[in-house]
């Protein structure tokens, strides 16, 4: 509709306005719930960034921009019974995150995680283990009987996470950003096996990694816990 097609009359022309008004405002309103979507779908890849370290604000060796404000324990993840969570949700304080599996020689580690996590739990420490079935196949039952054969066999109460892959192609973006830190021998790369350990302070920088045979309740495992956590 054109003004010369609604003549003079002032009711058609203020109808005309606010027609083209809402219109103007349906468009505004589609053009932002697009741009939430499109900004929320860019934070869930989140493996396509470089998480910001303390002090580091920089592009990293790939080039990849840090988000700042972001750090690694926003990263999405699935609780073993199927929820999203994050590491932030999981824990507020230090995190010891371990990659672990039921048929493995290590597995009996469960047993030291365990007490970690029942004697410094109100510290402020969380274990949070991540079932991998990519060492030999070593993880190979649903999320039911993971927590089934856990809870009756270790007695395991801090929480698990989803099966995920945490070396290769499809490694989960929480891995991505674990396994570029080093160990005390300044080595870093991928997961050596399962029950390696990494653990994270209450602002997401990963502070310490421990290789698969470092028992859980180790002195240096717990003299790094211990630094971490309140008096």
């Known amino acids: 509709m054109t003004l010369s097609a609604i003549g003079t009359d002032h009711s058609q022309i203020f109808g005309f306005a606010a027609d083209r008004i809402r219109s103007a405002r349906t468009h505004e309103l589609r053009l932002a719930l697009a741009t939430r979507r499109y900004v929320a779908a860019l934070f869930s890849s989140v493996s396509n960034f470089s998480l910001p370290h303390r002090g580091d604000r920089r592009l990293d060796d790939a080039g990849s921009v840090s988000v700042v404000g972001v750090t690694l324990k926003d990263i999405a993840l699935t609780t073993l019974d199927g929820k999203p969570?994050?590491?932030?949700?999981?824990?507020?304080?230090?995190?010891?995150?371990?990659?672990?599996?039921?048929k493995c020689g290590l597995t009996p580690q469960y047993t030291a995680l365990e007490k970690l996590a029942r004697d410094y739990g109100d510290r402020g420490l969380t274990v949070v283990g991540?079932?991998?079935?990519?060492?030999?196949?070593?993880?190979?039952?649903?999320?039911?009987?993971?927590?089934?054969?856990?809870?009756?066999?270790?007695?395991?109460?801090?929480?698990?996470?989803?099966?995920?892959?945490?070396?290769g192609n499809d490694?989960?973006?929480?891995?991505?950003?674990?396994?570029?830190?080093?160990?005390?021998?300044?080595?870093?790369?991928?997961?050596?096996?399962?029950?390696e350990k990494f653990l994270v302070a209450p602002d997401g920088e990963v502070v310490n990694r421990f290789r698969p045979r470092t028992?859980?309740?180790?002195?240096?495992?717990?003299?790094?816990?211990?630094?971490?956590?309140?008096?």
């Open 85 to 102: 969570t994050t590491l932030a949700e999981l824990s507020n304080g230090a995190t010891l995150v371990v990659n672990v599996a039921s």
């Open 130 to 167: 991540v079932p991998c079935n990519q060492f030999m196949g070593q993880e190979p039952g649903t999320a039911d009987e993971i927590q089934e054969f856990c809870s009756t066999t270790y007695g395991v109460t801090f929480p698990l996470l989803a099966k995920i892959d945490v070396n």
């Open 171 to 195: 490694r989960h973006p929480l891995y991505t950003e674990l396994t570029k830190v080093v160990d005390s021998d300044g080595s870093g790369g991928d997961i050596q096996w399962n029950f």
């Open 215 to 231: 028992e859980p309740d180790a002195p240096e495992v717990v003299g790094a816990i211990e630094a971490l956590l309140p008096r």
